[in-house]
C-alpha cells in the first residue's frame, strides 16, 4: 500500500489491489479512515471522521489532486 503523502497527522495511500476502481485516495489518521474520488473529488466513504475534519480533508485532496492522480496513474500503467 503506497504511501503518497504525509500532511500533518494524515496519511494519504491506496493499495496496491484497487486499479479495477477509479482513481481514489484513502486518508488515515490513528483509527479514523476516508476515501475521496478524485475526478471530481467527491467523498466515498469515511469512518470516524467528524463533518469538520471531511471538510478539511476534501480541502487537502483538492489542493493535492495531481499529486495523487501522477502516483495513481504511474503505479498502475506499469
Do not use: C, D
Not at 12 to 20: D, V
Amino acid at each position: 500500500m503506497p504511501t503518497i503523502l504525509r500532511i500533518g497527522p494524515f496519511r494519504f495511500f491506496f493499495y496496491s489491489n484497487e486499479n479495477g476502481e477509479p482513481a481514489h485516495i484513502h486518508i488515515q489518521r490513528e483509527r479514523m479512515l476516508a476515501k475521496f474520488w478524485l475526478q471530481p473529488v467527491a467523498l466515498a466513504s469515511s469512518t470516524r471522521f467528524s463533518p469538520k475534519e471531511l471538510r478539511k480533508l476534501e480541502v487537502l485532496v483538492n489542493e493535492n489532486k495531481e499529486t495523487f492522480l501522477e502516483a495513481w496513474n504511474e503505479y498502475f500503467s506499469s
